[in-house]
T-cell receptor, first 113, second 118 residues
Framework: DTEVTQTPKHLVMGMTNKKSLKCEQH?????MYWYKQKAKKPPELMFV???????INESVPSRFSPECPNSSLLNLHLHALQPEDSALYLC????????????FGSGTQLSVL | KQEVTQIPAALSVPEGENLVLNCSFT??????LQWFRQDPGKGLTSLLL?????REQTSGRLNASLDKSSGRSTLYIAASQPGDSATYLC?????????????????FGQGTILTVHP
């Protein structure tokens, strides 16, 4: 299994809602990542987890809260988002934090109204 | 701060042509370099990964080279097909030697939008 599975594929939420994005991999990878991608732009790194510990936070606003419950799962909790947070949110994993061959999920397309 | 530039921004070619996509980066203290493909509204697929000690990698019709000292990489696509149409992204992996703060980070270029028409 070489897949990274993200759910949901599409999400529409209001600015007062709380929602969560989920990511799962069963490749035994110990590094997992959240990226944000705006239309026609490259992905921007948000968070890196290495061995279930947060190792990089790219100064992301606190309305985004990552969580890594175990080595296979990665969540991104969303609260009080702004319309400018609308984007494609991509999860990725790699064997370790060295970015050896990243595997990306197909993403969650988020719209904040 | 690492900056990655890709040229050209867009490329349209007839089927069967050989083509070259270019990527340049400002900080040569890299751990590796990857080329990705992205189809519209989809995630990224890793095409080739070159370690900083390597000069090139090949997979099928794809060949990627790396010249770390000059801060350049090229992706060569042979005998292009309409199915190759996508956005191609170059990404540089930060080195653990760079103070430890860039290790684990990928810096992406803006991408090259490739269209191969029949």
């Amino acid at each position: 299994d070489t897949e990274v599975t993200q759910t949901p594929k599409h999400l529409v939420m209001g600015m007062t809602n709380k929602k969560s994005l989920k990511c799962e991999q069963h490749m035994g990878h110990r590094a997992m990542y959240w990226y944000k991608q705006k239309a026609k732009k490259p992905p921007e790194l948000m968070f890196v987890y290495s061995y279930e510990k947060l190792s990089i936070n790219e100064s992301v606003p606190s309305r985004f809260s990552p969580e890594c419950p175990n080595s296979s799962l990665l969540n991104l909790h969303l609260h009080a988002l702004q319309p400018e947070d609308s984007a494609l949110y991509l999860c990725a994993s790699s064997r370790d934090r060295s970015n050896e061959k990243l595997f990306f999920g197909s993403g969650t397309q988020l719209s904040v109204l | 701060k690492q900056e990655v530039t890709q040229i050209p921004a867009a490329l349209s070619v007839p089927e069967g042509e050989n083509l070259v996509l270019n990527c340049s980066f400002t900080d040569s203290a890299i751990y590796n370099l990857q080329w990705f493909r992205q189809d519209p509204g989809k995630g990224l697929t890793s095409l080739l990964l070159i370690q900083s000690s390597q000069r090139e990698q090949t997979s099928g019709r794809l060949n990627a080279s790396l010249d770390k000292s000059s801060g350049r990489s090229t992706l060569y696509i042979a005998a292009s097909q309409p199915g190759d149409s996508a956005t191609y992204l170059c990404a540089v992996g930060g080195s653990s030697n760079a103070g430890g703060t860039s290790y684990g980070k990928l810096t992406f270029g803006q991408g090259t939008i490739l269209t191969v028409h029949p």
